[in-house]
């Protein structure tokens, strides 16, 4: 079983990393950035292109560690709590694996419903022109608040996914479950570290953006079975 909740921490955390709040707000990140490279990089040598290119790794790199801190700190956060509750039962693990089965319910619910609908699982518009003002600055500080941003913007996305995984985790002895929930953030960020690498190849770039585009809506279908499945197998675990 100890396997079972190891394998479903990870995929879960890869399933996560490509919800659209997260991957598009990269792909945004990417798009801005390269432009303004684009446009330094005009009738520069190919050294100084080079460096700006680093640059927008540099960029990227401090955007993805802001998300990664984020969730790290939510995560440890909900956890601790839950563990200093276990000795009153398992009642908060349980309560949070009917929210995530709740928000995957919801999140069918926007599936299937149009994009102008009422209460739809997405960013709140403050945060999202918040998140833009600072990430127009470009500069290190900037991104830092940016991603800061970004990370709280992906709650109301696949908050489901992390409140989940976070309950099943809460089954497991303190240690283990940390350790799986660097794991779960490690492959959280994975398919943004990916993106990263190829923004600045930008045929490769455009693939990845128009697939994103493209797959918007079956991305949303997989999170809210994802966040289902694993709300409902945490209270068989916790039953």
Same mark, same amino acid.
Not at 9 to 22: E, I, K
Not at 52 to 81: D, E, K
Not at 119 to 126: S, Y
Not at 177 to 186: D, P, R, S
């Given at each position: ?31 801005? @950035?390269?432009? %303004? ?48 509750? /276990?000795?009153?039962?398992?009642? %908060? ?14 999140? *069918?619910?926007?599936? *299937? ?17 918040? @998140? ?13 608040? %940016? ?13 489901? /996914? ?41 045929? @490769? ?28 197998? @945490? ?5």
């Amino acid at each position: 079983m100890d396997l079972l909740v190891a394998f479903l921490t990870l995929v879960a955390g890869l399933a996560d990393g490509l919800n659209p709040c997260s991957f598009s707000g990269l792909l945004v990140f990417a798009s801005v @950035t390269t432009v %303004a490279i684009e446009r330094s990089c005009h009738d520069l040598d190919p050294e100084a292109a080079d460096f700006q290119r680093g640059r927008l790794l540099r960029y990227g790199a401090v955007w993805i560690v802001a998300l990664f801190t984020v969730y790290m700190l939510l995560g440890f956060g909900f956890l601790g709590g839950i563990h200093m509750l /276990i000795a009153e039962g398992h009642w %908060a693990g349980k309560a949070a694996a009917v929210v995530a089965v709740g928000m995957g319910l919801w999140m *069918f619910r926007d599936y *299937f419903s149009s994009e102008d609908a009422p209460l739809r699982l997405e960013p709140p518009k403050h945060l999202r022109v918040l @998140t833009g003002k600072y990430l127009r600055v470009l500069t290190y500080p900037g991104i830092l608040v %940016a991603g800061f941003l970004v990370g709280l913007c992906t709650v109301p996305c696949s908050g489901g /996914i992390y409140v989940s995984v976070l309950a099943m985790l809460s089954t497991q002895e303190t240690a283990v479950g940390m350790a799986l929930l660097i794991a779960y953030n490690v492959m959280f960020v994975l398919p943004l570290v990916l993106v990263l690498a190829v923004a600045t190849n930008r045929r @490769t770039f455009r693939s990845v953006a128009r697939w994103q585009v493209n797959h918007r809506d079956t991305v949303k279908f997989v999170l809210g079975a994802t966040m289902i499945t694993l709300g409902l197998f @945490t209270l068989f675990l916790l039953a």
